[in-house]
């Protein structure tokens, strides 16, 4: 989107261990080298790599995110992670709403929203993501979703400096299947639609990444759609010239 410095995110997910952190090396050093100086990058690590992430990256203009927070500062939610502890480790940002942490661990888009203001609170950027499931976008309810998950998870004081969106859709995570070029950029127009409604002029501005089997092979197609403001990479992460490649389509 015209005037949109682009954002290409990765998420590592439950992978990775400090045997993985030269990956990291390699991504940093290779935006130091001659990638475009315009686009933005972070890549979002489990939280016991956060601190060697952030050390590492601290010198590259690559930055080093969460993969999920609890809404609550501190307290007794034995396991959890709390934004001001990402924050701590030298996190920027964080994901919230991810479709594994609504599938597997019954976030709703109530707790996804209490997740983001968490981020904001402790001065972190939310990635909040939304997306369709198979089921979902085989009965045309594609938009109404989204809709919903935008009102739903997004904070109504948003703003593009707190807050990115990630359309992901559900089907396509972690299993090669992408949308066509015109489904994205109907979900993608659809959602600055709502966001506009929703958040004034505001919305304008707010990063939308794409995200869901986003690789080297189709990453000039996805983001060059309208209203795509940049990638949110899983699998393709992990590897560093597949992650270089990706942001290099840009
Ligand atoms: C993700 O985890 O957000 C994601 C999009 O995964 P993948 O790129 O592996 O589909």
Same mark, same amino acid.
């Given at each position: 989107?015209?005037?949109?410095?682009?954002?290409?995110?990765?998420?590592?997910?439950?992978?990775?261990?400090?045997?993985?952190?030269?990956?990291?090396?390699?991504?940093?050093?290779?935006?130091?080298?001659?990638?475009?100086?315009?686009?933005?990058?972070?890549?979002?690590?489990?939280?016991?790599?956060?601190?060697?992430?952030?050390?590492?990256?601290?010198?590259?203009?690559?930055?080093?995110?969460?993969?999920?927070?609890?809404?609550?500062?501190?307290?007794?939610?034995?396991?959890?992670?709390?934004?001001?502890?990402?924050?701590?480790?030298? $996190?920027?940002? +964080?994901?919230?709403? *991810?479709?594994?942490? /609504? @599938?597997?661990?019954?976030?709703?888009?109530? &707790?996804?929203? #209490?997740?983001?203001?968490?981020?904001?609170?402790?001065?972190?950027?939310?990635?909040?993501?939304?997306?369709?499931?198979?089921?979902?976008?085989?009965?045309?309810?594609?938009?109404?979703?989204?809709?919903?998950?935008?009102?739903?998870?997004?904070?109504?004081?948003?703003?593009?400096?707190?807050?990115?969106?990630?359309?992901?859709?559900?089907?396509?995570?972690?299993?090669?299947?992408t949308?066509? $070029?015109?489904? +994205?950029?109907?979900? *993608?127009?659809?959602? /600055? @639609?709502?966001?506009?409604?929703?958040?004034? &002029?505001?919305? #304008?501005?707010?990063?939308?990444?794409?995200?869901?089997s986003v690789k080297?092979s189709n990453a000039?197609e996805l983001?060059?759609?309208?209203?795509?403001?940049?990638?949110?990479?899983?699998?393709?992460?992990?590897?560093?010239?597949?992650?270089?490649?990706?942001?290099?389509?840009?």
């Amino acid at each position: 989107t015209l005037g949109i410095r682009p954002l290409i995110a990765g998420n590592w997910k439950m992978n990775g261990t400090s045997a993985s952190l030269n990956e990291l090396r390699m991504i940093g050093n290779g935006f130091m080298s001659g990638l475009d100086a315009d686009t933005e990058a972070l890549v979002c690590v489990p939280a016991t790599l956060l601190a060697h992430a952030a050390e590492i990256l601290s010198r590259t203009p690559v930055r080093a995110g969460g993969e999920d927070c609890h809404p609550k500062e501190s307290g007794a939610y034995t396991g959890c992670i709390s934004a001001e502890m990402l924050k701590d480790a030298g $996190a920027s940002h +964080v994901i919230v709403g *991810h479709s594994e942490c /609504r @599938e597997q661990c019954g976030d709703d888009d109530a &707790t996804v929203q #209490a997740k983001a203001s968490a981020a904001w609170r402790a001065g972190l950027i939310a990635i909040v993501c939304i997306g369709e499931t198979k089921a979902e976008r085989e009965v045309g309810a594609t938009l109404d979703i989204l809709s919903r998950q935008v009102d739903g998870s997004v904070p109504s004081n948003a703003t593009a400096s707190n807050t990115v969106i990630a359309y992901e859709p559900v089907w396509a995570i972690g299993t090669g299947l992408t949308p066509t $070029a015109a489904d +994205v950029a109907e979900a *993608h127009a659809h959602i /600055r @639609e709502r966001l506009t409604e929703k958040l004034g &002029t505001a919305a #304008a501005k707010i990063r939308i990444l794409y995200g869901g089997s986003v690789k080297p092979s189709n990453a000039v197609e996805l983001l060059g759609v309208k209203n795509v403001d940049g990638a949110l990479v899983g699998g393709a992460s992990l590897k560093a010239a597949d992650f270089l490649a990706i942001a290099e389509a840009y």
